[in-house]
């Protein structure tokens, strides 16, 4: 069966400090990728999504990016922190393709707190 | 305009009781829908997912499309305090990039 994990589950970082947020998914082959952040009402916001190693597709304009240096693994970064990129972090993976191509699988989630 | 629009709630209902949610859309072109459950501080977990107008059940839970009024929803029936949760409602055009709704939150009192 398909498992998707996340890390770190929590972290507090100074503003101004990088940061790195990674994501690995077992049992499937050339997954869909994404991560989205998760604001108090105000829902799912798409950062970024991948269709394949090294290919990586920015939906909002912002200083974080994303890398997929291997089929499994994507990982979130930002070199300067800002306050407002505080919020809860989430990694995602679908199927390649096909109508489950648009059915989502959640990691569990990271808690990021800028100061 | 939001894309899809989710009454943040709270919603709170007594144990046994029907919980009924929804969320209305403007894009036409979505035509997968699905609903999301999220308890506290945790990722989002798939609940119900519909392809274009319908209905569908799986065991106390029902979710209807109406592609026509852009309107979707969930029905919960005989709720138990463990589906006290957020639920988020999202869509797709087919473009394996998911719409979703602000989330509404669930309390079911025992």
């Known amino acids: 069966s398909q498992t998707i994990h996340q890390w770190p589950a929590t972290l507090v970082q100074p503003v101004g400090s990088p940061l790195s947020l990674e994501c690995t998914v077992e049992?499937?082959?050339?997954?869909?990728l994404y991560w989205y952040r998760q604001a108090a009402g105000r829902g799912l916001q798409l950062l970024f999504y991948?269709?394949?190693?090294?290919?990586i597709s920015s939906e909002v304009p912002q200083n974080l990016s994303a890398s997929r240096p291997q089929d499994r693994q994507f990982i979130l970064s930002s070199k300067k922190l800002l306050l407002s990129d505080s919020g809860f972090y989430l990694c995602?993976?679908?199927?390649?393709?096909?109508?489950?191509?648009?059915?989502?699988?959640f990691g569990a989630g990271s808690r990021l707190t800028v100061l | 305009q939001k894309e899809v629009e989710q009454d943040p709630g709270p919603l709170s209902v007594p144990e046994g009781a029907i919980v009924s949610l929804n969320c209305t859309y403007s894009?036409?072109?979505?035509?997968?829908f699905m609903w999301y459950r999220q308890y506290s501080r945790k990722g989002p977990e798939l609940l119900m997912y519909?392809?274009?107008?319908g209905n569908k059940e799986d065991g106390r839970f029902t979710a209807q499309v109406d592609k026509s009024s852009k309107y979707i929803s969930l029905f919960i029936r005989d709720s138990q305090p463990s589906d006290s949760a957020t639920y988020l409602c999202?869509?797709?055009?087919?473009?394996?990039?998911?719409?979703f709704g602000a989330g509404t939150t669930v309390t079911v009192r025992a």
């Open positions: 519909t392809y274009s107008s």
């Open positions: 991948s269709v394949g190693i090294g290919q």
């Open positions: 894009n036409s072109a979505f035509q997968y």
């Open positions: 999202a869509m797709s055009a087919g473009d394996y990039k998911l719409s």
């Open positions: 995602a993976w679908s199927v390649e393709g096909g109508a489950g191509a648009n059915v989502l699988t």
């Open positions: 049992g499937t082959s050339n997954p869909n």
